[in-house]
Structure formats: structure tokens, C-alpha cells
């Protein structure tokens, strides 16, 4: 064989041999990644206004394999994590998760001077975070009932506010999902842009900046930053009427993230029609855990 020749062979051997590593070792960091798709869903009172089959149904359609259920209680969890062959958080805490992988550890906490309690699971080594927030002083309604002003409706806000800070900081550093019912609107939602929709209001709520101050990312928002095009609202399917003036529609069910090695990939708003089994419009996000 001439040199010129055999040089060019094992050239051609080399980018081979390259090419072979390269994309072995892409398919072992792909084989490594874990698909955790959360569900943020409000059963509306441990699910008996359209029954355990139905939620039991929606998560199945949903694609979900991880839910941070709202509004548990009754056995609702045992039944849901059941009828599906899950595994699930202690129940009794009107918060919990419940998954189809393997929950590695648990830990709850409560606090008594707010109210505030939070869940977490841990799933594929990130600890998912079921959270359920005050219903009270609901500011939306402060906006587009009372017509207070940004001033009122911000101290209205005060419990709401502290349970965020409470569970944000216990949440600590590390990479987690965080996921639930918070009843407040998002402040990246009622911006100048939107305000006609918003009975003419900006608010930059604190609830949603107590996890994004964090280190939380709303993944709703991150896949779909436009609140204009895309106001994901999820409150509410149902209730439309509010003694004869309309309901103000938000988006106020949600899906964090925090951690380099989480990535999201896909979100949407779950739910609405006949037979969906909640007053509140779920939230699922697809995401990749390296």
C-alpha cells in the first residue's frame, strides 16, 4: 500500500473512531437523564366533586409521573396513588406527592404563625415540593372588586407573602421542584402589557417573587415568557360568575424549578370540560434531571 494512501486510511480510521466515541458518549448522558413530568393539581376537596375514577383518569391522560396534589385529605391520596400502583407521601396534610418512581426519602414541615405547611418527596435524587398557600384576602378580587389601591392590596397580601418565605427558605439551596395552589397571581403575569386584562392593574405579587428571589424559575413562564399570548390561567374552568360580576381568570396553579441539572422541556395547562373533576385548570412541565 503507498503512504499516501495508508495515511489516508488512518485518517479516516481516527474521525471514525471519534465519531464513535462522541456518540457513545451522548447516548450514555442520554441513557443518564431522568424524565420527571410534574402535575400541579388542585383536587377540589379531596376530589368528591367528580370523584376519585376521574382524577385518577386526568392524571393518566395528563402524562405526568410525578403530582403534587392539593386539597388531599380523606384518603383521597391513598386511593389516587393506588388506583394507579404509586407510590406517596404521608397523607393527611392537604398537600402531597405522589409518584410513579421510586420515593428515595420524605420531610414535611408546618409553621403555626402562618399556616403554611409544605411536602417533599425525594424523587431521581431532586426533591419535589407539594405546596398549598392561603385562600383568604384573595387579591384579585382587592383589584377588581374593592378597586384598592397597590398599597392595600400588597398588605393584603402579608400572610400570603410570609408562608412563601417560609417555604422558599426551608427549601434550602439545592436543586428542587416546587409545586402547588399558591391563590395569588404571578408578578411576571400582571405587567403594564396586560394590565387591560387585569382590571387595569400592574401588581408585582410577592408571593411569586418570594421562590423566584430563591432561585426559582416559574417554568410556565421560562417555555412561555409572553403572558399576553399565553396567560395560562388556571383559575378558573368553573366559577365564572362572582354574585353577578365576573370572576377574574389567573393563572395561580404553578410548577418551579431550581438547579442547573433540571431543564425544562414542555409545559401546559391540564383540564376544563365536561367531567374535569376541579375548579382549578392544572399545570404539567416535562423536564430533564441529569
Known sequence: MKPAVRRILCALAT???????????????????????????????????????????????????????????????????????????????????????????????????????????????????SIHLDYTK???????????????????????????????????????????????????????ATAATHCGYTVSWPTTTAFTDKGFTDSYRRLLPDPAANPGNTWSPVVKDNNGRPEPQDRIDYVFYRGGSITPTSTRTVGGGSGWPSDHLAVVTSFTVS
Request: proline content about 2%; charged content about 15%; overall charge negative.
Open 138 to 192: 384573595y387579591g384579585p378580587y382587592n383589584a377588581c372588586f374593592d378597586k384598592d389601591s397597590v398599597a392595600t392590596i400588597l398588605a393584603d397580601e402579608t400572610n400570603r407573602r410570609r408562608q412563601a418565605e417560609q417555604i422558599a427558605a426551608w427549601t434550602g439551596s439545592s436543586a428542587a421542584i416546587l409545586a402547588g395552589d399558591l391563590n395569588s397571581p404571578s408578578h411576571q403575569d400582571w405587567t403594564a
Open 15 to 129: 474521525v471514525l473512531l471519534a465519531t464513535t466515541v462522541l456518540s457513545g458518549t451522548a447516548s450514555a448522558a442520554s441513557a443518564s437523564a431522568t424524565n420527571l413530568t410534574v402535575l400541579s393539581f388542585n383536587i377540589w376537596q379531596q376530589g368528591s366533586h367528580g370523584g376519585i375514577d376521574a382524577v385518577v383518569r386526568e392524571i393518566r391522560a395528563s402524562g405526568a409521573n410525578v403530582v403534587a396534589l392539593s386539597e388531599t385529605g380523606g384518603g383521597a391520596t391513598e386511593a389516587i396513588a393506588g388506583a394507579l400502583g404509586w407510590q406517596h407521601t404521608e397523607p393527611g396534610w392537604d398537600v402531597d406527592v405522589i409518584s410513579a418512581l421510586p420515593i428515595e426519602e420524605t420531610d414535611w414541615e408546618s409553621w403555626n404563625d402562618t399556616g403554611a405547611r409544605a411536602i417533599a418527596a425525594k424523587i431521581a435524587g431532586v426533591w419535589v415540593y
